[in-house]
């Protein structure tokens, strides 16, 4: 898929504690997203990165936080895990032009108790 | 602001049946239209785009959708559907650094 890891595949942690999911690409896009996926709202947009330390909020952003140290990796962190955001995360990548589209990962499960 | 609405959260079609999946946009700009398929426990995978010119844009599997610009729509179709078309389909909108997404469609291809 494009070139792109995430990790872990699957996670199923309990309320309060913290949880850092990885996102890591190998085709050096400048773009990096996390986006996470409920049933009934498609895939909403959390951060966003447009280049090494660059980063800005999305629809979702509260309750998460992100860091880009590296052109190949996206971390995306939940401070005190809640239940409401069980979901499947998904890293997405892209090229600067508006009309990129953007490549995928095949998602984190994340399970919060 | 731009939003994204996939007004049929299910569409049931019969194997080998025409099928035809809604999107429409509200934006007060230009925009770059996408379709992306997720089939199950994967990723979502691009289908199809529109940045400009024709107006008909045909992608992968045989789908094909039709910008209309008057209508802020860009509906897509098959003329005839199979089995493995099963999945769920989302409609997205760009503009600037994101990609906005609908709720999607789950398209069920029935024998």
């Known amino acids: 898929d494009a070139g792109i890891t995430q990790s872990p595949r699957h996670k199923v942690t309990e309320t309060g504690t913290p949880v850092t999911l990885r996102c890591h690409q190998t085709e050096n896009h400048r773009y990096m997203y996390w986006y996470r996926q409920d049933p009934g709202h498609g895939l909403r947009l959390i951060h966003y990165?447009?280049?090494?330390?660059?980063?800005d909020k999305g629809e979702v952003s509260d309750g998460y936080s992100v860091s880009r140290s590296k052109t190949e990796d996206f971390l995306l962190t939940l401070e005190s895990a809640t239940s409401s955001q069980t979901s499947v995360y998904f890293c997405?990548?892209?090229?600067?032009?508006?009309?990129?589209?953007?490549?995928f990962g095949n998602g984190t499960r994340l399970t919060v108790t | 602001a731009q939003s994204v609405t996939q007004l049929d959260s299910q569409v049931p079609v019969f194997e080998e049946a025409p099928v035809e999946l809604r999107c429409n946009y509200s934006?007060?700009?230009?925009?770059?239209l996408f379709w992306y398929v997720q089939y199950p426990n994967q990723g979502l995978q691009l289908l199809l785009k529109y940045l400009s010119g024709s107006t008909l844009v045909k992608g992968i599997n045989g789908f094909e959708a039709e910008f209309n610009k008057s209508q802020t729509s860009f509906h897509l179709r098959k003329p005839s559907v199979h089995i493995s078309d099963t999945a769920e389909y989302f409609c997205a909108v760009r503009l600037t650094n994101k990609l906005i997404f609908g709720t999607g469609t789950l398209l069920a291809v029935q024998p």
């Open positions: 990165s447009y280049g090494v330390k660059d980063t």
């Open positions: 997405a990548i892209s090229e600067p032009p508006l009309g990129s589209p953007l490549h």
């Open positions: 934006s007060s700009v230009s925009v770059y």
